[in-house]
């Protein structure tokens, strides 16, 4: 009798993105993702896409920019010690975190670009209740980021 293996898929490195910050959505999305990389004892990269044209690390991007990527950081402060004032019952199951801000004007290309990039193996992107007619004519990041990763995509309500 031939014996049949079944491989099971782990993720090692996970990538949850938002491009909103401070929402009750966002805040789900990203607990979501903690417990996930938690289970799967997988790195967490949190990346917040800026919807704008233009190079963040360029000598002087313009003063909204700042501020958006200021509001980014002090978004994942916040994350952070959440997930450091969880952990700090737990030492052995420490949770590894990474954070990184970008722009792009199209942000599932740049989530997918991203991802491809960095070798991540499961992304993790909220969904939001759009309309039929509003989400056929401007598009849902999470249906191109889905339809466009190389790898599994995790969508969540």
Not at 72 to 86: L, N, S
Not at 137 to 156: N, T
């Amino acid at each position: 009798m031939d014996k049949i293996i079944i491989e099971r898929k782990t993720f090692s490195k996970m990538l949850v993105a938002i491009d909103e910050l401070m929402t009750a959505a966002t805040d789900r999305v990203v607990d979501y993702a903690i417990n996930i990389a938690k289970d799967y004892d997988a790195q967490l990269v949190i990346l917040h896409v800026i919807r704008a044209d233009t190079n963040l690390h360029s000598v002087n991007p313009p003063s909204h920019i700042i501020e958006m990527r200021k509001q980014a950081q002090a978004y994942f402060v916040k994350i952070t010690e959440k997930i450091h004032e969880q952990d700090s019952s737990n030492k052995e199951n420490s949770l590894r975190i990474r954070t990184e801000v970008i722009a792009s004007v199209r942000i599932a290309d740049a989530i997918v670009s991203y991802a491809k990039d960095k070798h991540i193996d499961l992304i993790i992107i909220g969904i939001r209740g759009m309309s039929k007619l509003k989400s056929m004519l401007v598009g849902s990041v999470a249906y191109d980021v889905v339809r466009y990763a190389h790898c599994p995509v995790l969508s969540v309500k």
